[in-house]
């Protein structure tokens, strides 16, 4: 084991990583906190686990073959159920463009104490893209560097709201390591299956079985090919062990401070802190429901601003962090699947226009509620998108004529 080799072969795993990390991943985990409490902690824990293990197999085939998902797509599969796979990654691709715009064009409206309107969070985001895009002329690795940074801005926003909370240890543990859920019902149930859609993005083993070819590898030397695969399954364990991280503080800042907290609860609160925001909350006694923009109020009311600016600036990272991710993944799966040779520019401009028009629509129309409310719909297109990503992944690397010697044996 070599410390140089795995710095080497460090990046394409925090770049996928970054999927696990986007404005649906924090939604799902806010509203299972504030909903379930800890007791939904495991479901997280495994389906990490599990795209853990799916993203091995994806950046196995990259390493092994040379090729990404969409590329032995094209080369495996007839022409109509190759089109079916593209036009069913390509919905994954627009609904996550979604999720970021969102989560960015609530965390603009935050940050400015509501100054800027969400359309025009919405229009910023689609400038930001293009300053990713001139930044990626400096070098893969440079960007990599960048989105670590993102990720470290995450980790310290949204640990800052894991010290102040300080959720109960005994609970989070028991909800990381019991498989229970007592007296949960069908709003708990439909947590759990939002988080493994939220959790495990289709588009992101396309993603990641392309960006491990960024590395140099002798393919015709086994012993090296062996090598690559080993090194960039422990950046992938580092990358998605500090999603965890991120995700676990998430879920047990809501689950601590607000489950089972009423509406009254926390319109009292706010009345109190002299919040401009408590107009969001009737004053009755039903259940409090949470999303992207009124967890970051109520952290407020409870926390001070201080908690709110922090947690705003969390969600900003999240989604500009996500945004080059949708575009590496749009440009693969372009390539492959249809050998078209688009730009970049080209590209973004397309898919961004897809996810900006119905987004800008919502934003203008409608309140934030009905944005945050498209998260949740999203989260369930990305759970309906799974199989068609999964199957694939699955087939090829357990052909010993796609894989050689390096089949997946299960």
């Known amino acids: 084991f070599s410390f140089r080799k795995l710095w080497a072969f460090t990046g394409p795993g925090f770049l996928m990583s970054i999927a696990y990390l986007d404005p649906g991943n924090i939604e799902s985990d806010l509203q299972s906190g504030a909903v379930a409490g800890f007791k939904l902690l495991w479901v997280l824990m495994l389906a990490t686990i599990i795209g853990l293990l799916l993203q091995r197999l994806a950046a196995r085939l990259g390493v092994v073959t040379g090729l990404h998902l969409a590329e032995v797509c094209n080369r495996q599969y007839h022409k109509v159920p190759r089109i079916i796979l593209w036009l069913m990654v390509e919905l994954a691709i627009i609904g996550s463009d979604m999720q970021e715009v969102i989560g960015s064009a609530i965390a603009i409206n935050l940050l400015s104490v509501g100054k800027i309107p969400l359309w025009g969070g919405v229009l910023i985001t689609i400038a930001d893209t293009f300053v990713f895009l001139f930044l990626d002329k400096y070098g893969l690795r440079k960007l990599e560097a960048l989105f670590g940074f993102l990720i470290t801005i995450m980790a310290l926003t949204f640990g800052y709201e894991y010290i102040t909370v300080r959720p109960d240890q005994r609970q989070l543990l028991q909800g990381l390591f019991v498989p229970y859920c007592r007296g949960c019902g069908t709003p708990q149930l439909e947590q759990a299956v939002g988080i493994v859609g939220a959790v495990i993005m289709p588009h992101n083993m396309y993603l990641h079985s392309a960006?491990?070819?960024?590395?140099?590898?002798?393919?015709?030397?086994?012993?090296?090919?062996?090598?690559?695969?080993?090194?960039?399954?422990?950046?992938?364990?580092?990358?998605l062990f500090v999603s965890f991280i991120i995700n676990i503080f998430v879920v047990t800042v809501f689950a601590e401070a607000f489950f089972e907290k009423t509406n009254a609860d926390v319109y009292n609160v706010c009345v109190n802190s002299s919040s401009p925001h408590s107009s969001l909350f009737p004053n009755n006694n039903q259940t409090l429901e949470v999303d992207i923009y009124k967890g970051g109020v109520v952290l407020g009311c409870y926390f001070g601003p201080a908690a709110l600016y922090i947690w705003a600036i969390g969600i900003l990272a999240a989604g500009q962090s996500s945004t080059m991710t949708g575009t590496y993944s749009g440009q693969f799966v372009m390539e492959g699947f249809l050998n078209l040779r688009w730009s970049r520019f080209a590209r973004v401009l397309l898919t961004r226009s897809i996810a900006i028009t119905p987004t800008l629509f919502v934003s203008i129309f409608q309140d934030v509620e009905h944005l945050t409310g498209m998260n949740d719909f999203l989260n369930v297109l990305m759970s309906l998108q799974l199989p068609f990503a999964l199957i694939p992944v699955l087939t090829f690397t357990s052909l010993p004529g796609v894989m050689h010697d390096f089949a997946n044996g299960l």
Do not use: D, T
């Open 211 to 239: 960006l491990v070819k960024s590395r140099q590898v002798n393919r015709a030397n086994k012993r090296e090919v062996q090598e690559a695969n080993k090194y960039f399954f422990i950046e992938s364990c580092i990358a």
